[in-house]
Structure formats: C-alpha cells, structure tokens
C-alpha cells in the first residue's frame, strides 16, 4: 500500500508566495489573452474552439503543471480548432503563431504590454472598463504581470527578451531564473515593494528532495527538506509547518524500512501537531505509527474517526489478511466495505477533490484478497481492473502491484514468458522510484527462482540467481526443500514440512500438525491453502490404508481445483495424481479392475501435461513413471514403452537442468533489469 496518498503535499501548504516573476511563457498568454479578446474579440469565434482554448488558458495560468514550450503552447492551440473548418479560429491560430516577429527588442515588451492594458482597463473603474473582470482568473493573471512589468529594470526587461527569444526558439533553459531578491540591489526590481525585500519560499528544494528520494539519495533528500521548510513561508513567527516536514521525512525513511528513525520522527511529529492543533496532520503522523511493524505484538487496527484517511483502513485489510493475525478473511471484505463509504465521506466533508487514483486502491486489496481466499478468476478481474483505468508513470505503485500480482499469477501457472514480458512493457516500469524498482525487479527475480526451482536448477540459484537478489525479503522455504528458516506461518510451516518429509517418505509422523493447520485455514478461509492441506491429507491417508477414505475426499475436492479455470497449478497437478492414485488403490478385480486403471489413466495424463507446462521436471518424471506401471498392468505394452521413454527423456532432461550454471534467457532479462535500475539510480 503506497503510503504518500492521502498525506498533506508541504509544497502546496500555508499561503501563495508574494514573488512573481515573469517569464517567457507569461508574454505569450498575455498575447493570446489579447488577440482573443481585443483583435479578434468582434469576430464571433466558434463556441467549441473559445470552450478548448480557455481550458488551455486555465491550465497554463493556474500553473498547476510545468509550464509549456512554445511548441507544445501552438501545438495545443492548434488542437483547439474544431473538425467544421472555421476561417476566423484559423485566423487566430496563426496570428498566435506569428506574434513572437512583432517583439524584436526589448522596447517593444513594454508597447506590447501597454496595450494589453485595456484587457483589464485602468485603475479607476469609473473611467475604463476592461474586457476582462479584474478578479476573473485571467483578470487577475494579466494585471499582475502588468505591475510585475512596471517594477522591472531595465536590465532586467533586456534579460526578458533574451529569454523570450531563447524560449521561441526552444533553446531556453528555464533553471536560469533563479531571482535572488536584494534590498541593496536594483539590477531586477527598479521599484520594490515591501513583498520584494523578502525571499519567501520556492517549491525547488522540495522538487529537489522527491528527486533524491526517487533515486534513493536519502542523505540529500533529508537535508533538501529542511532546506524547504527553513525557508521564509509568511510574515508569521512560526510557518506551523514543522510537522509536516517531520511528517515527510519519516514517510521517507518509512519507505525505505528504517522504522527506527521513522518511529522517533513520528513521535516529535505528533506533539509538534498537537501543539499545533493540526488535526489531520496528527491523524497522519498515527496511522503511519500504526503501519510499523513490531514484532510479538499484534498490529494495531485504527477506529473510524473524523480526520482519519480511508487509506488506514485500508491498510488495516493487510494486517487483518497476516496469517497470524488469526482472523477470518470476512473480517478482510468488512473492511473493505467500511473504506468505501469512508472515502465518500472524506470527499464529502473534507473537501477532498477525488484522486482518479485512490478510487481503485481498494480494488487492489481486493484481488489480494480473493487471491488468498482461493477465488483466482476474481482476482484477476479485479487486478486488470485496476491496470486499465490507473494512469502510469505516477508516483502511485498501486498499479505497479496489481501489475506483479498478476505476473505471479501468469508466472504460478507457468506462464514466465508473458509475465516477465509483461512486467518489461515501459507502461510498468516508466516512472519508479528506487523503493517500486525493488518491488518489481524482486518479482522479476522470484520469477525465475520458482522457474529455477520446478526445473531443479539449484546450482543455477546458488550460483547466478542468489548473488543477484535485490533489496526484497525472500523466504528460500517457499522454493527449496531442506531451509530450516521458518516462515512464521501456523498454516504454511506445518504444509512445508509435510512436503518435505513426504519426499523423504516420513509424512505420516506429521499428521498432528497437518491437522492443526487444516484447521487454522478452514477458520481463516484461506481455502487455496485448504485443499492443499485436504490433498495432503488424502496422501497420507493412503500410506494408512484408508484408500476409500481418501477417495471420497478427492471426489469431493477435485471438482473445486479442475474446475478454477483454465489456469494450470501445481495443485491442480497433485490433486490429479492423488485422485489417481486412490482409484488405483481401490481398484478392484476383474472387469472392474481394468476400467479403475483406465479412469486413473486419464487424471494421470491430465498431470502430466499440468506439470510439462509448469516445467516441474520431478513431478512429471514420478507420474510418467506411474503411468507406464498402470499401462504395464493393463497390458498395454506400446503404451508402457512410450511412457517409459518420455520418463527416461524427463530424466536426461532433468540432469542438464540441474548442471546448468546459467541460463542465457535469465540472463538476458536481468541485465536490462540491472541496466534500468542503474538508470534510476542516477537520473537528474
């Protein structure tokens, strides 16, 4: 859960800066304001053309993004004509393109403006009235460029019109402006107001730290923020945004897991905005406190109150979804219900204009939920959902997560081509930060050690794939038999240790604790690692000889597996091989007999071609072997022989496997993976 929505933007806190300085861009949208309202302003322009122009205006005035170039400013502008040919909207478009020859010296910036005056008309409201209102939005864009005008040296007017020419010519670099206000010095304002005597804050130095927080640059990115809020916001003693900073620095060392520092920050946070009487800040600085982990202590689960962010509850939807948690995944849907009318509220009463972001977060929580609660096709719905409506290359990885769970998905189900191409498309990657490019190299990387592991590649894991693991937690348990780190799981860690022991033919010594974590995922209603537990079960219940038992138990579960989709599963694989196996064990004589040994014929070719699509060279190989020992008892010799042989080539197969050091197709992938990381680390 990406922990920056919902949290206050420091840039946009406290009050507008008095400084404005002009710039090239400004004289260009005060000429269109001025060819649209005063040379043109007669001719009856076409209303959809007027309607998509002014939506320009409003964007590039309000300053909300980066400023255009001159390019992309005609380019958008002439996308404003309508489809229906219009003479007088082509008339403008181009004399917007040809105003730039009427300024060719720096004396003609100030003609130039003295007659935009009558855009706003003259200080005396009884004497002129302008075309436009002179609190209107671009009212009061032109009146202050106008003032801004009027206080300017003329060195500085000269140094205008460079720029304004190096801007035309797309050759501007728009870090030149870097206005440091003097009172002993009249080279820029040749009249000064008291605001001009001040430097109050610039946005830069925060823009500065989301670079170095990016790239990963903590040291930079900490002292870029205290540069940001140390500077000169209001004519107050105290700028009240001490705990917003705090608040930032401690999200920023949140995301790099240094929950130490971020706990101690979060602590001096929350009684600075207490102090402050900061309410939502306050409620911030707790629910990010709630998201540390402590170990041996249950997480704790926020209660709804009035400034608390829907996203905290959100959040509560992973602590709740822990296995040792303990609690059912109902528990989970309840409060993803609650985040959703909490979220309508918060627009509502906080006068929160709706991110299109935040509005599929909770679809994201709910494909994990569906996933863990054993409904696979549900969840894939829910995760394309939120792939097709999010916009990418946002500092937002809730799409970035629902793009991995759907590669592990692809991946699970032997798939690796199309999930490591998938997670390559630019649309993925475009735009992560150091701490998203973890998450997905991490995903690319156990990509290829479930691949590696399926097909017995240890030395290709030891030797090539474990130096190389990025900066993700990684459990070896979950790919290889024999690691003794456990996985702090009541479910998953007695499920292991069957497997493990089933291999070495001891499974039946660990029924107890099979037992307990059957029940633990039937009460959690993890049901995909309940059918696991219940095909484990009914393995072991062969080696007791209660064949009919388990039989009854496989006809009960195999239509839940085989009927999940088209998807294929290891599950999927074991549950054919076992119902087989307990037809074979129930098998009668006689006429009866030979059709049991037929039926399980069938499961065990099913198997077969399960396992051959994920690649588990083993699993495989032991159900080839299996099929050519019921075809030799059947009498089918052909078929005894074919089967042999594909177990003989599903050995050979294995051996190369297990020799091979590395693997060109891994390697291929992971060194355009190293590559982009490197670019992320060192972009400007």
Same mark, same amino acid.
């Given at each position: ?44 322009? *076409? ?205 920023? =060392? ?5 929950? *130490?520092? %971020? ?9 600075? #905005? ?31 109150? *009035? ?55 909770? =679809? ?108 993700? *937690? ?128 069938? =499961? ?11 690649? %588990? ?43 091979? #050091? ?23």
């Amino acid at each position: 859960m990406n922990t920056n929505l919902g949290l206050k933007n420091a840039a946009d806190s406290g009050h507008p800066t008095p400084n404005h300085i002009l710039k090239p861009h400004h004289l260009q949208l005060v000429a269109i304001l001025d060819l649209t309202f005063i040379v043109h302003g007669k001719a009856r322009l *076409p209303q959809p053309f007027l309607v998509s122009l002014f939506r320009f205006l409003m964007v590039e005035i309000s300053e909300v993004k980066q400023p255009a170039s001159y390019k992309q400013m005609m380019s958008a502008i002439e996308a404003c004509t309508p489809t229906k040919k219009s003479v007088l909207a082509e008339q403008l478009v181009q004399a917007c393109k040809n105003y730039h020859t009427s300024i060719a010296s720096p004396q003609d910036i100030s003609k130039f403006f003295k007659n935009s005056v009558h855009l706003v008309g003259s200080r005396d409201e009884d004497e002129e009235v302008g075309f436009l209102e002179r609190r209107s939005l671009f009212g009061f864009f032109v009146r202050r460029c106008l003032i801004s005008l009027t206080k300017l040296s003329f060195e500085a007017q000269t140094q205008l019109y460079k720029d304004y020419r190096a801007w035309v010519d797309d050759k501007f670099n728009s870090n030149s402006i870097r206005i440091r206000l003097d009172v002993l010095d009249n080279s820029y304002y040749l009249f000064k107001v008291h605001a001009d005597k001040r430097q109050f804050a610039e946005v830069d130095p925060y823009a500065w730290y989301v670079k170095d927080e990016a790239t990963g640059d903590t040291m930079n990115a900490e002292e870029r923020l205290r540069c940001f809020f140390e500077q000169y916001f209001h004519e107050g003693s105290d700028s009240g945004m001490r705990q917003l900073a705090l608040l930032n620095l401690a999200r920023m =060392h949140y995301i790099h897991h240094e929950y *130490p520092a %971020c706990q101690k920050l979060l602590h001096e946070a929350i009684n600075v #905005a207490r102090s402050h009487n900061d309410r939502l800040t306050l409620q911030h600085c707790l629910g990010l406190l709630h998201r540390i982990p402590e170990e041996g202590q249950r997480p704790v689960i926020n209660e709804i109150q *009035p400034d608390l962010h829907p996203f905290e509850i959100l959040y509560d939807c992973k602590k709740l979804m822990q296995v040792n948690s303990q609690q059912p995944l109902s528990a989970t849907f309840d409060k993803i219900t609650q985040v959703t009318a909490l979220y309508d509220n918060w627009s509502d009463f906080q006068h929160h204009r709706p991110v299109p972001s935040e509005q599929w977060a909770h =679809h994201a929580v709910q494909a994990i939920a569906f996933d863990l609660l054993g409904c696979a096709p549900l969840a894939n719905i829910h995760n394309r959902v939120v792939c097709s409506f999010m916009e990418h290359g946002t500092g937002d990885n809730t799409r970035l997560v629902a793009f991995l769970n759907n590669s592990r998905a692809n991946a699970e189900g032997g798939l690796y081509d199309s999930a490591i191409t998938s997670l390559l498309h630019p649309l993925v990657w475009s735009g992560l930060s150091i701490s998203d490019y973890n998450l997905w190299a991490g995903c690319i990387w156990n990509i290829f050690v479930l691949r590696a592991s399926r097909q017995g590649q240890l030395r290709l894991y030891n030797e090539y794939l474990k130096p190389r693991r990025p900066n993700i *937690p990684h459990h070896p348990r979950e790919y290889w038999f024999g690691s003794d780190t456990p996985l702090n799981s009541i479910i998953r860690d007695p499920l292991y240790e069957v497997l493990y022991l089933r291999e070495k033919r001891q499974a039946h010594h660990y029924v107890e604790p099979l037992l307990t974590a059957l029940w633990h995922a039937e009460f959690q209603q993890r049901w995909g690692l309940y059918r696991v537990a219940l095909t484990l079960l009914a393995d072991i219940g062969l080696e007791f000889g209660l064949a009919m038992w388990s039989l009854k138990l496989m006809q009960q579960l195999l239509p839940q597996v085989c009927g999940a989709g088209p998807m294929a599963s290891e599950l999927k694989g074991f549950v054919y091989v076992t119902y087989a196996r307990c037809l074979i064990a129930t098998a009668g004589d006689g006429e009866e007999r030979e059709e049991t040994l037929r039926q399980s014929l069938v =499961h065990l070719e099913d198997a077969e071609n399960v396992f051959r699509g994920l690649c %588990c060279l083993k699993a495989m190989q032991d159900t080839q072997y299996l099929m050519s020992t019921v075809y030799h008892n059947l009498g089918m010799e052909e078929e005894r022989d074919a089967a042999a042989e594909r177990c003989l080539q599903t050995e050979e197969e294995r051996k190369v496997k297990a020799a091979q #050091a590395e693997d060109a197709w891994v390697s291929k992938i992971w060194t355009m993976v190293s590559k982009l990381g490197a670019a992320i680390a060192a972009k400007t």
